[in-house]
């Protein structure tokens, strides 16, 4: 595995990789949740449930017990997916508005360091520096394609930033 600076043949790629990785990271069933207990989640699982209800009940096979209780999982899980797909919109809103997702390769040229993990002639990983000032900079963009995780290479990439902070008088 060579770690190696960004050429602009490779940025699609690498952007690739930091885009799955916000994903994993944003796109979750947790973050779905915080949606799911606003005042609009209500008014829809409401209506869910009466359209639900009336569904399972012109069918005339349950009780209207079994409807309800059909109708509560059915609307719940509808609710559920209706927040994924919120949290996901919001997901791809970030994507396309970050300038710096568009073309990462010029973005970090002026002072900055983009940094790609390279394991026979493909990208498998990222990292990037941004200074903030002279003598601090900030750890950003770190992603490792998911066949690649839990084997060290994250550990080898913070430690690639951290020698080149120390060689270029970065203390933070």
């Known amino acids: 595995i060579n770690i190696r600076e960004l050429r602009q043949d ?10 799955s990785g916000l994903k994993r990271q944003i796109v979750t069933y947790r973050s779905a949740l915080k949606f799911f207990f606003r005042r609009i989640g209500w008014v829809i699982m409401g209506l869910c449930l009466v359209g639900f209800y009336l569904l399972t ?4 096979l349950l009780s209207w017990q079994q409807c309800l209780f059909v109708s509560v999982v059915l ?8 927040c994924l797909g ?25 002072g900055g360091k983009f940094w790609v993990a390279v394991f026979r002639g493909k990208a498998i990983g990222t990292v990037a520096l941004r200074r903030t ?29 951290e020698e080149h902070c120390r060689s270029n008088g970065i203390e933070r």
């Open 10 to 19: 490779e940025a699609n790629e690498a952007r690739d990789i930091v885009v």
């Open 57 to 60: 009940s012109s069918l005339r």
């Open 75 to 82: 609307a719940t899980v509808f609710r559920i997916h209706i």
């Open 86 to 110: 919120v949290v996901y919109s919001k997901f791809l809103e970030y994507i396309n508005s970050e300038a710096e997702l568009q073309d990462l390769y010029p973005w970090y040229k002026d």
């Open 133 to 161: 000032s002279e003598t601090v900079a900030e750890l950003k963009r770190m992603s490792v394609v998911p066949s690649c995780r839990r084997k060290g290479l994250a550990t080898r990439m913070v430690k690639h930033f």
